[in-house]
């Protein structure tokens, strides 16, 4: 980091000013392939030698981290643990190198720790939140198994995708206390405190570490506390079935008995709801992570193997499911990809790690007059005006096809949402919509005369049943020529000629 008010030359060769807490590109770069240049011995002690004197005479001044965060004296640990392997970074410390590098092979081990602790503590949380949801929706009452499939595999999608991929984004976050100045957010104490106060300003190589590693071994987390415990349970319930018959213990009525060999019900909200959370969230970090790709393909194959040995050996046969919950399913992967697009932007952008040049001379001009009027303002409003420098670097060779990209799904979700407004998600009925109003907008814009009116033409009846036909307009007030109810007119005259077929024959019976 620099010092504040510190000036930085970037790529074009212009020089701006830095907030005291804005990272700033490295010309470091630590080499821990064999054979690679070995940084002395000599200069991580006199890092560490330093710090010591400096914590000795104002304790104040100083701390462990300022010694964890020194390039060359992690370098130095991180070459001795790729050259001599994990072995040295466990107690107790005995040897020079280890007792020179106890501050840093101490901070690894407890961050690993947090790290499986987190990754854990997710799995668990999403466990109780499909028991919580499941409760909660069952009290919905829905008429059908798909409205309530339907309904929670939405909840349980959100709930769990905002456990595994939003939480650790926010928290390891640091926004300089912006989530203060939210309305809403700023006024609850514990989302203030907790949120956006990370150790992570930017996306840079720390930030890899210790979201990227915490996700990858969340996804793979899920293999055994998703899709393995279902296979478990069956395998104990048969044992436990054959331990019963054995000992002699049988149930007292024939429905108890029923009930001790019935098979359970295949999740299938819970299930869908567990493997669209792991997929949308490989697709949302596999942009900067994509070993994700490979966590999330052994996670598809093992879930389906394992669901599909379950659902035909160890389940109940489901009852008659629509279309509805396999739709909404596949409507939630656009969250990933907008998410993915994102991310990638914003990482790609950092030219801490992923240099580029930029594609006009109007991104290094910018980046300088936001840097110096940035520093005529406190945090956090400050950091604001870095975040505006770092949306500039979205216009560089390795994001400008990304930018592209994001804006045309912009554009396609506002559509959407003008779609969703005016014709309740039927482009059909949108497009009819604007297709009847066009002219009398771009009147009003003053994009266009009025034109003349025309005179009124007749038509006949027939000839004005095909225009609406053409124009997706309902021309008929009965269900079959509805689109939408066609399928339950259909389902009711099928029911009325049954029953109208069985009080002929009762009748005749009965005569």
Not at 105 to 125: H, N, P, Q, Y
Not at 405 to 434: E, K, M, N
Request: charged share 15%; glycine share 8%.
């Amino acid at each position: 980091r620099k010092p504040s008010n510190s000036t930085c030359a970037d790529g074009a060769g212009t020089t701006f000013a830095f907030a005291d807490t804005t990272p700033v590109k490295h010309s470091f770069v630590c080499d821990t392939a064999v054979g690679a240049k070995k940084i002395p011995r000599s200069t991580a002690q006199s890092v560490k030698q330093r710090h010591e004197e400096r914590m000795a005479s104002d304790p104040g001044s100083t701390s462990e981290d300022d010694l964890l965060q020194d390039l060359e004296y992690a370098c130095y640990c991180d070459q001795q643990l790729a050259w001599q392997g994990m072995s040295i970074m466990a107690p107790p410390y005995e040897t020079e190198v280890e007792l020179l590098c106890q501050p840093y092979f101490e901070r690894k081990i407890r961050d690993t720790v947090f790290m499986l602790v987190g990754a854990i503590g997710v799995a668990v949380v999403n466990q109780v939140l499909k028991l919580v949801l499941g409760f909660l929706v069952g009290l919905e009452k829905h008429p059908s198994w798909t409205d309530y499939n339907a309904s929670l595999l939405q909840k349980l999608f959100w709930a769990q995708f905002a456990n595994t991929a939003l939480i650790v984004l926010f928290v390891n976050a640091n926004l300089h206390g912006a989530v203060s100045k939210i309305p809403i957010f700023g006024e609850i104490t514990f989302l203030a405190d907790r949120v956006g106060n990370g150790n992570h300003e930017d996306m840079g190589a720390s930030w890899y570490i210790a979201v990227g590693a915490a996700t990858g071994f969340t996804i793979l987390m899920n293999v055994f506390s998703t899709a393995l415990p279902p296979l478990v349970m069956m395998f104990v319930k048969r044992k436990k079935l054959a331990i019963f018959a054995k000992l002699g213990w049988m149930p007292a009525t024939q429905g108890m008995l029923n009930k001790q060999y019935e098979d359970p019900d295949f999740g299938l909200a819970q299930r869908t709801s567990q493997i669209m959370n792991v997929v949308v969230t490989v697709i949302a970090y596999c942009g900067g992570f994509p070993l994700l790709l490979l966590f999330g393909a052994f996670y598809l194959t093992a879930s389906y193997w394992l669901d599909k040995y379950v659902f035909l050996c160890g389940s109940r046969c489901p009852p008659m499911y629509s279309t509805s919950v396999a739709k909404m399913a596949v409507s939630l992967v656009p969250v990933g990809v907008f998410i993915h697009v994102c991310l990638s932007l914003w990482a790609f952008g950092n030219q801490d790690v992923f240099p580029s040049a930029a594609v006009g001379g109007f991104v290094a001009a910018g980046q300088a007059a936001l840097a110096d009027q940035g520093l005529k303002y406190q945090y956090p409003e400050r950091y604001w005006f870095y975040l505006l420098r770092r949306i500039l670097d979205f216009f560089r060779l390795a994001t400008i096809w990304q930018f592209g990209i994001f804006a045309v799904g912009l554009f396609g979700a506002l559509c959407y949402i003008v779609s969703y407004v005016v014709g309740g998600g039927d482009h059909r009925v949108t497009i009819g919509y604007v297709n009847r109003h066009w002219h009398t907008v771009l009147v009003k814009l003053g994009w266009h005369t009025v034109s003349p009116k025309l005179e009124l033409v007749e038509i006949e009846y027939v000839d004005a049943i095909v225009e609406m036909q053409k124009a997706h307009i309902i021309w008929d007030y009965e269900m079959e020529n509805n689109p939408r109810y066609r399928a339950a007119a259909s389902t009711i005259s099928q029911n009325s000629s049954i029953g109208a077929l069985g009080t002929q024959v009762t009748g005749g019976v009965m005569s």
